[in-house]
C-alpha cells in the first residue's frame, strides 16, 4: 500500500501533466485551425462555437437571446 501522502504528491503531478497536456493540445488545435483557415476552411470554428452557444430564451442554438424568433414575438405582443 502506498502512503497516503505520496498518492496526494502522484496526483498533484498528474493534474500537472494533465494541465500541460491539455495546453499543448489547445495550442496544436489553433495552429490546425490557422492551417485550415488558410486552406479556405473557416468553417470548423463557427461550428464549434454555434454547438457550445444556446439561447437563453428558448434554449435553442443557432441564435443568441438577441436574435431569438421568441424574443421578437413578446416584444411585439
Ligand atoms: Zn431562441
New binding site residues.
Partial sequence: MPKTEDVFTKLAELETLRKQAVRALLKDRRAVDRHLAKLGHAGGVAVRKAAKRF?S??G?SG?N?RT????KVKKSA
Fill in positions: 439561447c430564451i428558448c435553442k441564435h437571446s431569438c424568433p421568441l424574443a
